[in-house]
């Protein structure tokens, strides 16, 4: 079910912070029309922590709705608060998501015990399939190799895939020996993606993919082939522009990007994150330029 190039989507707002329904329809049929195999509504880069819980599965249902079982919808539903991660799942499930992407507990930082107790609670009454998501340059809370395989061998049938936003290529190759390759990997860097796949990734979670889809569905159709040199030629042509979605603070340049490609497409976000500045403006131009 989940595979290949998966957009983790921006979400668009009005000037005046509305979330523009409109706009993000037309982006969902865009992006499903370019190849992504998936979708994330309401990750990381869809700024869900500016949307309250009313908001954040508005813009999931929207998504599934557009979607129209075309592709599969993962919605993040993550919290440092167990009960609220559980009724997040909830809510998922009610919007109509095929799975749900979870972070660790962020900020009150548990150890690896209370990352496994947190899953194993979460497990306990799972609605949806659990995508976990390890982002610990984000979250601080890094689920360690040992725990990834506890929480995956004790729930097999609920954690049926990772996210790998640690950006420790090993990892890759301890997952796949201990749990096999009925285990979904994802890579959640665009920019080790391709080394993420040799090892046996099987697809990522995706900033670049907002902004050229079919590029990026291209590229993980290369290397599911095993086409490594055709993956290897469009891994560097779109380097530059993954290097570039992190020229300032996440989402401001991939909102910025969409305005280039998509021409109307809104640019604004919500605060605390601000628009891309000059140099990371210039940036994305000359990787846009460069594919």
Same mark, same amino acid.
């Not at 989507?9 to 523009?20: E, I, K, M, Y």
């Given at each position: 079910?989940?595979?290949?190039? &998966?957009?983790a989507?921006?979400?668009?707002?009005?000037?005046?912070?509305?979330?523009?329904e409109?706009?993000?329809?037309?982006?969902?049929e865009?992006?499903?029309?370019?190849? @992504?195999?998936?979708?994330v509504a309401?990750?990381?880069t869809?700024?869900?922590?500016?949307l309250?819980k009313?908001?954040?599965f508005?813009?999931?249902?929207?998504?599934?709705?557009?979607a129209?079982?075309?592709?599969?919808?993962?919605?993040?539903?993550? @919290?440092?608060?167990?009960?609220?991660?559980a009724?997040?799942?909830? =809510?998922a499930?009610?919007?109509?998501?095929?799975?749900?992407?979870?972070?660790?507990? !962020?900020?009150?930082?548990? @150890?690896?015990?209370?990352?496994?107790?947190?899953?194993?609670a979460?497990?306990?009454?799972?609605?949806?399939?659990?995508?976990? !998501?390890?982002?610990?340059?984000?979250?601080?809370?890094? &689920?360690?190799?040992?725990?990834?395989?506890r929480?995956?061998?004790?729930?097999?049938?609920?954690?049926?895939?990772?996210?790998?936003? @640690?950006?420790?290529?090993?990892?890759?190759?301890?997952?796949r020996?201990?749990l096999?390759?009925?285990?979904?990997?994802?890579?959640?860097?665009?920019?080790? =993606?391709?080394?993420?796949?040799?090892?046996?990734?099987?697809?990522?979670?995706?900033?670049?993919?907002?902004?050229?889809?079919?590029?990026?569905?291209?590229?993980?159709?290369?290397?599911?082939?095993?086409?490594?040199?055709?993956?290897?030629?469009?891994?560097d042509?779109?380097?530059a522009?993954?290097d570039?979605?992190?020229?300032?603070?996440?989402?401001g340049?991939?909102?910025?990007?969409l305005?280039?490609v998509?021409p109307?497409?809104?640019?604004?976000?919500?605060?605390?994150?601000?628009?891309?500045?000059?140099?990371?403006?210039?940036?994305?131009?000359a990787?846009?330029?460069?594919?």
């Open positions: 079910m989940f595979s290949g190039s &998966i957009p989507l921006v979400t668009p707002f009005a000037a005046d912070g509305r979330f523009d409109a706009a993000f329809r037309d982006f969902v865009w992006q499903i029309a370019e190849g @992504s195999s998936a979708l309401c990750g990381t869809g700024e869900a922590a500016t309250d009313d908001q954040h508005h813009v999931v249902r929207v998504c599934v709705d557009q129209r079982g075309r592709v599969p919808v993962i919605a993040g539903a993550g @919290s440092n608060d167990t009960r609220v991660a009724a997040n799942m909830r =809510a499930k009610d919007a109509g998501a095929d799975a749900v992407l979870m972070v660790p507990p !962020y900020y009150n930082r548990p @150890s690896q015990e209370g990352i496994f107790r947190h899953f194993e979460l497990a306990a009454d799972a609605p949806l399939p659990v995508i976990l !998501y390890n982002v610990p340059g984000r979250t601080v809370t890094d &689920i360690q190799p040992a725990t990834v395989i929480i995956v061998q004790a729930f097999p049938d609920v954690f049926v895939a990772i996210k790998d936003a @640690s950006g420790v290529l090993p990892r890759a190759t301890q997952h020996l201990a096999g390759d009925g285990f979904i990997q994802l890579s959640g860097n665009d920019e080790t =993606a391709l080394p993420f796949n040799a090892l046996g990734g099987r697809g990522c979670i995706s900033v670049t993919a907002n902004v050229a889809p079919r590029l990026s569905a291209d590229f993980q159709a290369a290397c599911a082939e095993g086409r490594w040199e055709d993956a290897l030629g469009l891994h042509r779109l380097y522009l993954h570039a979605m992190f020229a300032d603070a996440s989402p340049p991939v909102k910025y990007a305005t280039r998509r109307g497409f809104p640019p604004h976000l919500r605060l605390p994150m601000t628009p891309a500045g000059d140099a990371a403006r210039a940036a994305v131009d990787a846009l330029a460069g594919i």
